[in-house]
């Protein structure tokens, strides 16, 4: 499925969040959006999945869904709300139960995801007994059960210490490889963004305006390949000065206000 977004302004009351958003995810992209604390990158992503209704303009969602796909928009967030008195696998397959599917199924689908995020042997676990980064990947598992036409990821790997962080990262590059899945990707952590996405789309400060949409035009297979470090990091110093001015405006911005 793709994404399009046209026009898009958001307020709430009088403060003005989002102004003139226009962009197209492509079916399979996966498009990291960066910008300061505050600037609307949630709220953007709330009206990609239709939590949220924008103040105006239009969020397109085309493209045909999967057959396998029982939530066509799913969200992951930094924060799963695991359930505690259930096992890894139960809680995965919560996520499948509102939905008719015949228990072999339900087994199988809990299963193979269960196995595509190295979770086989943690399925009678319970979250409790799991480190944060395990946590986090039964949220991912449980998301990924339902076939997702669009991830809308919002910071997934915030909370998360920097190993941890870069074991998930890998294994989130690993589960695109596989299988493409159009994806948003919300972030203000940069080393992300230039790991994981075909496009990176970089905000303003509040109100939230493109300020750039850069490609990476290096295959996704190659990014941890030394050969293409310096290119690599020629595109993070890149976005780095741009999100170092919004930021630093920002902040004080903020400290006048106090
Ligand atoms: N429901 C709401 N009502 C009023 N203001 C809100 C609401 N949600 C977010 N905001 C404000 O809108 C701005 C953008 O929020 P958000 O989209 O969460 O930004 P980000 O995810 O980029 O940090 C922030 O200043 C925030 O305080
Ligand atoms: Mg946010």
Redesign the pocket.
Known sequence: MQLHVESLSHR??D?L??EDINLTVQEGEVVAII????????????MLGGLLKPSAGVVKIGGRVPESCLNPLTYVFQDFALLPWRTVEENVAFALEHHAVARKNMAERVADVLCRTGLEQFARTYPKQLSGGMRQRVGIARALAVNPAVLLM??PLSALDAQTRDLLMEDFADVWLRQSITTVY?T?NLDEAVRLADRLVV?TR?P?RIRRILPIDIAKEGRTDPANAVALRQIYDEVWQLIRDEAKDADQELAYAQ
Do not use: A, I, N, Q
């Open positions: 709430y009351g403060l969040v989002l910008g300061p604390s505050g600037c609307g990158k949630s709220t953007l992503l709330g919002d910071e919300v203000h905000l509040r939230g």
